[in-house]
T-cell receptor, first 111, second 115 residues
Framework: NAGVTQTPKFQVLKTGQSMTLQCAQD?????MSWYRQDPGMGLRLIHY???????DQGEVPNGYNVSRSTTEDFPLRLLSAAPSQTSVYFC??????????FGPGTRLTVT | AQSVSQHNHHVILSEAASLELGCNYS??????LFWYVQYPGQHLQLLLK??????LVKGIKGFEAEFIKSKFSFNLRKPSVQWSDTAEYFC?????????????FGGGTRVLVKP
C-alpha cells in the first residue's frame, strides 16, 4: 500500500491564481480530511468527507473547495489564491471516526 | 467549540533527560485523545491514542501518556529521550459525538534533544 499520497510536494502561486492539490489513498478508507499547518497553530481542519459524494466544512473552509467523487480521491481546490493561504497542507484518511493517517504534505507559497 | 492547549511551544533538553509535554482540552464529554509526532521533513505519525479503559497508554518508541479526566489533561512522557526524538509533537482530540472525523489539534511543541 502506498498509503496517502499528495501532489505536488511544493507549489508557488501568484495571488489570484487557482490550483488543485491532489490527495489519494489506497486503503479503502471512508473518511478523508484536509488540514493546513501554520506555525504555532497546529493543524486546522479545512474540509472533510465521510464517504464518496459527502463533504462538509471544517474550521477554516473559506477560499477552498472540495469534492469526493470516488473513495480514493479527495482534491482540494484553491479558487483564487491569497498570501494568507501560504501554508503546509496535509491530507488524511481514516477507516473510522478516530485514527487518521496523514500524507506527506504540500508546501504552498502564495506571492 | 472544543480547544486543545499545549503549554510549551519549545523544549530543549539533553539526551537521557526525561520529557513531559502538557496537553489540556476543553470539551466536557467523552473524548478520544491522540499524540502525533512530526519528525523534521516528515509527515505526522501517530504516537499513541486513548479511547477508553486504562488511562495510562503506552505508544511507540517508549512514549506513554496519562489521561486524567478530572484535569482534562493528556500529558505525554518519555523517561529517557534520545537525539532521534527531536521533532514536533501535537496533541489532538476528537469527541465521541463529533461528526465525521474532526480532529482538533493543539499548537504543537517543538522538542530539541541535544546530543
Amino acid at each position: 500500500n502506498a498509503g496517502v499520497t499528495q501532489t505536488p510536494k511544493f507549489q508557488v502561486l501568484k495571488t489570484g491564481q487557482s490550483m488543485t492539490l491532489q490527495c489519494a489513498q489506497d486503503m479503502n478508507h471512508e473518511y478523508m480530511s484536509w488540514y493546513r499547518q501554520d506555525p504555532g497553530m497546529g493543524l486546522r481542519l479545512i474540509h472533510y468527507s465521510v464517504g464518496a459524494g459527502i463533504t462538509d466544512q471544517g474550521e477554516v473552509p473559506n477560499g477552498y473547495n472540495v469534492s469526493r467523487s470516488t473513495t480514493e480521491d479527495f482534491p482540494l481546490r484553491l479558487l483564487s489564491a491569497a498570501p494568507s493561504q501560504t501554508s503546509v497542507y496535509f491530507c488524511a484518511s481514516s477507516p473510522d471516526r478516530y485514527e487518521q493517517y496523514f500524507g506527506p504534505g504540500t508546501r504552498l507559497t502564495v506571492t | 467549540a472544543q480547544s486543545v492547549s499545549q503549554h510549551n511551544h519549545h523544549v530543549i533538553l539533553s539526551e537521557a533527560a526525561s520529557l513531559e509535554l502538557g496537553c489540556n482540552y476543553s470539551y466536557g464529554g467523552t473524548v478520544n485523545l491522540f499524540w502525533y509526532v512530526q519528525y523534521p521533513g516528515q509527515h505526522l505519525q501517530l504516537l499513541l491514542k486513548y479511547f477508553s479503559g486504562d488511562p495510562l497508554v503506552k505508544g511507540i518508541k517508549g512514549f506513554e501518556a496519562e489521561f486524567i479526566k478530572s484535569k482534562f489533561s493528556f500529558n505525554l512522557r518519555k523517561p529517557s529521550v534520545q537525539w532521534s526524538d527531536t521533532a514536533e509533537y501535537f496533541c489532538a482530540v476528537t469527541h465521541f459525538k463529533a461528526a465525521g472525523n474532526k480532529l482538533t489539534f493543539g499548537g504543537g511543541t517543538r522538542v530539541l534533544v541535544k546530543p
